[in-house]
């Protein structure tokens, strides 16, 4: 196709894979990076508000998956500000690169979390449903799309995608749930009917692929797929597809909280989340059902 795709986080989890599959359509893909160590790298530092703007010139897509992690560290009053600037800010030295340059790129995608939800129990939640809560996870992914809302007020074609649990062994929830599988124990957390809103990773990528390749494409979509599970169901599948004998035991929900803090919302909020209008708009899975996706993760 030749067009140019530049990535700010292209090093994470869901980037280094999207990457491989841009490259594999014929993308030419740049990356920007604290540390360039490749032609294809460009330097930027969001916090100090600068961009090599050779960057930007040129880019026909910006995809925008940077951001601290949110489960990486406890939720210090610190930790919580990095979540949120990391990613506003980033948002923000690139809409004024595109400002500055005059180059508006064709398509805007956006990474966001279904952690806008909030602790939502049994209901579907659509993309038009206010948050349940102002718990952290919501009050910090609104402030995400905020700043992806005034990249696209610039006139830009933008895409925000909240994205689910996503499911790959070397990274996400699955490596967690894998290491006390290793030795025999299916943890799960409280009583493991929180539901579990997730997608295989390469259906997310997918996704920012079709949102290029669909120029109608625009606004906000779950990335989760059709199906979510409870928690336990989602452990108990997974010990499954990788031949494991377990046994099953809780993790209780006050020893998460004193153990985590606040960021136990993680793992405990249940979050029943509609994959309905991505399929609506003509988005196909590869992998709808837990079952299938856990096969194809764990295939040697």
């Given at each position: 196709m030749g067009k140019t795709v530049l990535i700010a986080g292209g090093s994470g989890f869901i980037g280094r894979r999207l990457v491989e599959m841009l490259q594999a359509q014929g993308y030419s893909v740049r990356l920007l990076t604290r540390t360039p160590r490749a032609p294809h790298h460009y330097a930027w530092d969001p916090s100090a508000g600068q961009i090599d703007d050779a960057a930007v010139q040129g880019a026909d897509v910006v995809i925008h998956l940077a951001g601290a992690g949110i489960a990486e560290k406890r939720w210090t009053p610190a930790r919580k500000q990095l979540i949120i600037a990391s990613r506003t800010e980033s948002a923000r030295v690139l809409r004024e690169a595109f400002q500055r340059l005059q180059h508006l790129p064709e398509v805007y995608l956006a990474a966001s979390a279904i952690g806008y939800y909030g602790n939502s129990g049994e209901r579907w939640m659509t993309e038009d449903d206010a948050p349940a809560d102002r718990g952290f996870l919501s009050t910090s992914t609104i402030e995400w799309e905020r700043a992806t809302e005034t990249v696209s007020a610039l006139g830009i074609r933008t895409v925000v995608f909240r994205i689910g649990i996503v499911l790959e062994q070397e990274g996400g929830a699955l490596r967690e749930i894998l290491r006390p599988l290793r030795f025999g124990i299916g943890a799960y957390f409280a009583d493991g009917q929180?539901?579990?809103?997730?997608?295989?990773?390469?259906?997310?990528?997918?996704?920012?692929?079709w949102a290029l390749h669909h120029p109608r494409a625009e606004g906000i979509y779950n990335?989760?797929?059709?199906?979510?599970?409870?928690?336990?169901?989602l452990v108990r599948a997974t010990a499954r597809a990788m031949g494991r004998w377990a046994v099953y035991v809780p993790a209780p929900a006050f020893a998460l909280r004193l153990a985590l803090g606040e960021m136990a919302d993680v793992v405990l909020n249940s979050t029943r989340v509609s994959a309905e209008k991505i399929r609506q708009a003509g988005f196909s899975f590869q992998y709808p059902h837990l079952e299938e996706a856990l096969a194809h993760i764990f295939t040697p």
């Open positions: 929180a539901w579990y809103s997730w997608i295989h990773r390469d259906d997310v990528c997918r996704m920012f692929l990335a989760v797929a059709p199906h979510p599970v409870r928690n336990r169901e």
